[in-house]
């Protein structure tokens, strides 16, 4: 017998996520469907009967109007259009006991459908605590469905679900009285008439949202809490994540070491250290920043409070055409733009989802610390501007302020061309707070790390290997006055590199170390190391290399270099995630093409000008 | 003199009357509006109760429609016709 299709479907905040996760625990897949950015979860389920049950889970919306991507995906699949996923046998539709009028109208809206349809009524213990009852022997008459109360969150509150899901295929009987008149309004006036009926209890308020909401949504306290979070956020992700961090790479290094013992110098022992030991710990050093800051960012969803901090910066994000839901995505890109790129998944909208994938590196992220300290240590004097401020400490957060205002002027540009569609409205409700469970962070905060460990694991992995063998083969001929890296493959690129860099002051070091720069920033620092042949640690090489430089570069190249690393896209896992979360390989073309063409136009601008000026 | 959701001030109660998307200038947005704002839980003879606004214009709102609370910018607001309650 093949396993029983059936599809999840339900409203946002329906607690649809929450029974997805109860039903199929560890056994989901995240990916997207073929094409578009629509997240596809499925699952199996095993019954109580032992029986497996395939259950996709389909994006949360309102109604099945083909007004975003979501409804045309979910549309699609329900009438059985699909490309690739099948049409499923049972729709199990999630509604919220709190919300009964609103949810039922999708209800209605499935019926004519023609699909079977069990009805999930959502007793979240909130329900219960706020004093709702419902008839639900009526509830299901009135529906012509059958109808089951369900505890999303726990494993005793689904069993019936699971119970009547280890039933054949043939045994679900389709929805009986299907609705004459479906236009919204219709539809919602009799949702509107069925949730009458049916509700013993209304329930009163929920007292603890109010109160939280009347300091999360202040004018003044709620701006302040905002920030405050905000900043314990990335105190989080900077101060927590280093130790593991340093326990990471030291790890690989580590590794390497072993490595170097067992096997003898040459090709294999340079394969194994320098290409995959050091090419895969340069990546998967970033895991520590992403698992704490995906648990903030979960535990804030899970809680209720992220619909609130939307709110509490949708006018300024309204400003550049974005909602809300774009600023934390945003934010995180200034740890490292892979997870916030990971992040933007939260905005529903697919144009501002583009757009805010494609502005995020632009956000100045820690890879780019070492490469700015060495170039202002090295070039900036550290001398005092108004007689208060350092004057690194300002060159410092005018490289950030480049950035940022950048960033704005690009999606402001994108709105009004290539992603400029109708404007979106910022409705959303605003869901009751609730108490994160655990289980439920934990199995969303697995699929996120299992996604960025694969990539570690595949592209990023082939692309340091690609990378190791350019900047190692050919091999220099005996006493070369260069270094080895000069005769490689990647030096030659860097140096047939050079007659494009002239114009920004480069020269062919800098046009070298831009090659196996593109593995990560940092590495540029390194590179330039490996071509000045200065040996040594990462610190040692940038200390001494910080009094090379000053020799070997003037002033405009150095200015213009700094320019370069706040535009120029020298991360290819951050390709490889756009990639990814786009699903497209037109869009990670052209955030790679905007980005390097506005490094080499700023760095040119900036070369000629400071050329001018100190003439 | 008609009276919108966008008129009202945080605590002030009212009751929808209606809808007019006319009054949206892009147009383009206001087609489906109606709808849209239907599905989330506007509905005529609901009451409706401003809980809060934002810091900068009073922009976006949060309003309390029977038991639920919805987001809007002042701009959807502008569409909703309050009654007398």
Same mark, same amino acid.
């Given at each position: ?26 056994? $989901? ?160 006036? =009799? ?31 709620? *701006? ?17 994540? =280093? ?5 990471? =790479? ?90 916030? *790129?990971? +992040? ?63 960033? *704005? ?19 959303? =409700?605003?869901?009751?707070?609730? &108490? ?14 299992? %996604? ?19 900047? /190692? ?19 030659? *690129?860097?140096?047939?590199? $050079? ?19 593109? %593995? +990560? ?6 590179? &330039? ?19 090379? &430089? ?21 991360? &290819? ?21 905007? /980005? ?20 | ?5 966008? !008129?009202?001030?945080?605590? #002030? ?12 200038? !892009?147009?383009?947005?206001?087609? #489906?509006?109606? !709808? ?22 009073? #922009? ?26």
């Amino acid at each position: 017998m093949t396993a029983l299709r059936v599809a999840l479907i339900g409203a946002p905040n329906s607690g649809k996520s929450s029974l997805f996760n109860t039903l199929t625990g560890s056994h $989901q897949k995240v990916a997207n469907y073929p094409g578009v950015t629509v997240e596809r979860r499925a699952g199996t389920v095993l019954t109580e009967a032992g029986e497996n049950v395939y259950l996709v889970d389909l994006p949360g919306l309102y109604s099945l109007n083909d007004r975003s991507l979501d409804e045309k995906v979910s549309r699609e699949i329900l009438t059985g259009v699909h490309e690739t996923e099948e049409q499923p046998e049972v729709l199990v539709c999630v509604i919220n006991a709190a919300n009964l009028r609103v949810h039922l109208r999708l209800v209605l809206e499935l019926k004519s459908l023609d699909i079977p349809i069990i009805v999930a009524l959502n007793m979240h213990d909130l329900a219960t605590r706020d004093g709702i009852e419902i008839d639900v022997a009526r509830l299901s008459e009135e529906l012509g469905v059958p109808v089951m109360t369900t505890i999303a969150v726990k494993d005793s509150g689904v069993k019936a679900l699971k119970e009547y899901l280890s039933r054949d295929a043939s045994a679900y009987a389709k929805p009986t009285g299907k609705p004459a008149d479906t236009t919204t309004r219709a539809l919602q006036k =009799e949702a509107g008439r069925i949730t009458k009926l049916v509700t013993i209890k209304e329930g009163g308020q929920h007292k603890m949202t109010r109160l939280l909401d009347s300091v999360a949504l202040h004018p003044v306290a709620g *701006i302040v809490l905002f920030f405050t979070m905000l900043f314990f956020m990335f105190q989080a992700v900077f101060s927590w994540a =280093e130790g593991p961090m340093d326990f990471i =790479e030291g790890s690989f290094a580590a590794l390497g070491e072993i490595v170097a013992t067992y096997i003898p110098e040459g090709i294999l022992r340079s394969f194994i250290q320098d290409g995959l030991i050091a090419g895969v710990g340069s990546v998967l050093v970033f895991l520590p920043q992403i698992i704490i800051l995906f648990t903030f960012i979960l535990i804030l969803e899970a809680s209720g409070y992220m619909a609130r901090a939307a709110f509490i910066m949708d006018k300024l994000m309204a400003k550049v055409g974005l909602n809300g839901r774009a600023f934390i995505p945003l934010l995180s890109s200034f740890a490292c733009a892979i997870p916030g *790129i990971m +992040a933007t998944r939260t905005i529903a909208n697919h144009r501002d989802r583009i757009t805010t994938i494609m502005i995020a590196p632009l956000m100045t992220c820690s890879a780019r610390l070492p490469v700015y300290t060495l170039l202002i240590a090295a070039f900036i004097p550290n001398i005092k501007v108004m007689g208060y401020f350092g004057l690194q400490g300002v060159v410092f957060f005018g490289l950030y302020m480049a950035g940022i205002i950048s960033a *704005i002027i690009v999606a402001a540009v994108m709105k009004k061309t290539i992603t400029k569609g109708a404007l979106q409205p910022f409705l959303m =409700e605003l869901p009751k707070y609730q &108490l994160p469970r655990l289980r439920h962070v934990f199995l969303e905060l697995w699929q996120r790390v299992r %996604a960025f460990l694969r990539r570690a694991g595949t592209i990023i992995l082939y692309a340091a290997i690609a990378l190791w063998a350019l900047t /190692l083969y050919p091999r220099a001929p005996e006493n070369a006055p260069e270094a080895d890296i000069y005769y490689s493959f990647a030096g030659m *690129i860097g140096r047939a590199l $050079q007659v494009i860099f002239a114009p920004l002051g480069f020269n062919w070091e800098i046009s070298i170390a831009l090659v196996p720069g593109m %593995a +990560a920033r940092e590495v540029a620092v390194s590179a &330039l190391g490996t071509v000045y042949a200065l040996q040594g640690d990462e610190d040692q090489v940038a200390q001494s290399l910080a009094t090379v &430089l000053q020799s070997a570069w003037p002033l405009p190249t150095a200015l213009a270099f700094l320019a370069w690393f706040i535009y120029a896209p020298q991360c &290819l896992a951050t390709l490889a995630t756009a990639r990814r979360e786009t699903n497209s390989w037109g869009w990670t073309a052209f955030m790679t093409g905007y /980005l390097f063409g506005l490094a080499y136009l700023i760095s040119l601008i900036v070369n000629i000008t400071a050329t001018a000026l100190l003439n | 003199m008609t009276k919108y959701l966008c !008129d009202l001030k945080v605590g #002030d109660q009212s009751i929808i009357l209606g809808f007019d998307t006319s009054r949206v200038e !892009d147009q383009e947005f206001a087609i #489906d509006l109606e !709808d849209r704002l239907l599905e989330i839980g506007f509905e005529e003879g609901l009451d409706v109760e401003v809980l809060h606004k934002g810091t900068f214009g009073g #922009d976006p709102l949060a309003v309390k429609i029977g038991t639920i609370t919805v987001a809007l910018r002042k701009m959807e607001a502008a569409a909703i016709i309050l009654g007398e309650k």
